[in-house]
């Protein structure tokens, strides 16, 4: 895992001693929820989820330069949009934020960072994402690091009780950002 830097952040790997902010984060209902999971009830769920983190190496902690503070997750799952007729090189983009820094441009910033990489490094074709009708914060990000949408469906989230959710697939082809 490459670690990538911004202006203002720095995505590197996942380390023991960020615990404390990933539960600070991962505590909230303003997060997890928001993004398919349930709020973390207390420091040991929170480890145990650091720990698959840790082990599997495909999610980047975002990391405030300005405060030395993980504040968030972001990294690419090996998963395809559709039956990927064309055999697309392709990865879903996930991400979640610390509520408390929402609203700075702190997650298009670490998107398009991920873009570039995935692109250039990866040599993906497609990057596709999705979120929830009710995640009107996940959407701007999308849009104004370019994604175009696809398509809705109803799906329902495993770690949240089987609920059923409104899901709006968006991606963005290796053509289309090159163009940006």
């Not at 990538?4 to 997060?31: F, N, P």
């Not at 995935?118 to 596709?128: A, S, Y």
Request: proline content about 2%; glycine content about 4%.
């Amino acid at each position: 895992m490459e670690e990538l830097i911004t202006e203002r952040l720095i995505l590197r790997q996942w380390r023991k001693s960020d615990l404390k902010d990933l539960y600070e984060y991962a505590k909230s209902e303003l997060v997890g929820p928001n993004a398919g999971w349930p709020a973390h009830k207390n420091e040991e769920e929170s480890k145990k989820v650091l720990d698959i983190y840790i082990k599997f190496k495909d999610l980047y902690a975002i990391v405030l330069k300005s405060e030395n503070k993980v504040i968030g997750n972001i990294g690419f799952h090996k998963s395809t949009l559709d039956e990927n007729p064309l055999n697309l090189n392709q990865r879903q983009l996930g991400f979640s934020l610390n509520y408390k820094y929402w609203g700075r441009e702190i997650m298009p910033e670490a998107v398009k960072c991920l873009l570039e990489y995935g692109f250039t490094k990866l040599n993906l074709d497609l990057i596709w994402c999705n979120h929830y009708d009710f995640n009107n914060n996940s959407k701007r990000v999308l849009q104004k690091c370019g994604f175009k949408y696809n398509f809705t469906k109803k799906i329902n989230l495993d770690l949240l009780d089987n609920k059923e959710v409104t899901a709006l697939y968006y991606s963005i082809l290796k053509s289309e950002y090159t163009n940006n």
